[in-house]
């Protein structure tokens, strides 16, 4: 099963919007990331955030993580239409740090 | 750099035939990794090298998939025969060490669209 489930599926707003993007994990991590698909485009990375850091900034990005809860969220403030795209989130596992297990995605679709 | 580079983009082939994807990963990365993507399952890891050196091929769906990285520069992933269910879009990913704890960025190259009929 993923390791990272992300929530919602999908999310619809308007330019100008802050989207709010939630991702759970189950095991113990050392970091987890974010990152951006583009429809049809390989993934990028967007941010990263280590187990003891509990908050972290990127231009209109922002990251927090609550290893407590095993949860993260993505704010993206005053979304833009280039915004849309799907997101990821992926974590390490504590015992193989060698790889990432990503979530589901959550589709944001930004409109103008 | 150009990126992680992967060929061809699109590949269409029919049921039974050999199917070989192609990475070249970003100089200096020392880890490879091979993923599928598809709507059902989402994306998987397949399979990935360290120093040129399979570390975990737990992710291959079967005999039938195979990957070689024979230097730092290239990797393939073959399918034989390949299967309807093989179609999905295959992306080959590369990382530097780990600079610190934890696991580094991953950097995708563009994907192969495979469509088998």
């Known amino acids: 099963s993923q390791q990272g489930e992300e929530d919602p599926q999908a999310l619809s707003i308007q330019e100008g919007e802050n989207a709010t993007m939630n991702c759970s994990y189950k095991t113990s991590i050392n970091n987890l990331q974010w990152y951006r698909q583009n429809s049809g485009r390989g993934l990028v990375h967007l941010i990263l955030?280590?187990?003891?850091?509990r908050e972290k900034h990127s231009g209109r990005l922002r990251v927090t993580l609550d290893t407590s809860k095993k949860s993260s969220s993505l704010l993206i403030t005053a979304s833009r239409a280039a915004d849309t795209a799907s997101y990821f989130c992926a974590t390490d596992v504590a015992y193989n740090t060698d790889k990432l297990i990503f979530g589901t995605g959550t589709r944001l679709q930004v409109f103008p | 750099d150009a990126g992680v580079i992967q060929s061809p983009r699109h590949e269409v082939t029919e049921m039974g035939q050999e199917v070989t994807l192609r990475c070249k990963p970003i100089s200096g990365h020392d880890y490879l990794f091979w993923y599928r993507q598809t709507m059902m399952r989402g994306l998987e890891l397949l399979i990935y090298f360290n120093n040129n050196v399979p570390i975990d091929d737990s992710g291959m769906p079967e005999d039938r998939f195979s990957a070689k990285m024979p230097n730092a520069s290239f990797s393939t992933l073959k399918i034989q025969p390949s299967e309807p269910r093989d179609s999905a879009v295959y992306f080959c990913?590369?990382?530097?060490?780990?600079?610190?704890?934890?696991?580094?960025?991953?950097?995708f190259g563009p994907g192969t669209r495979l469509t088998v009929l």
């Open positions: 990913a590369s990382s530097l060490s780990q600079q610190g704890s934890g696991t580094d960025t991953q950097y």
């Open positions: 955030i280590r187990s003891n850091e």
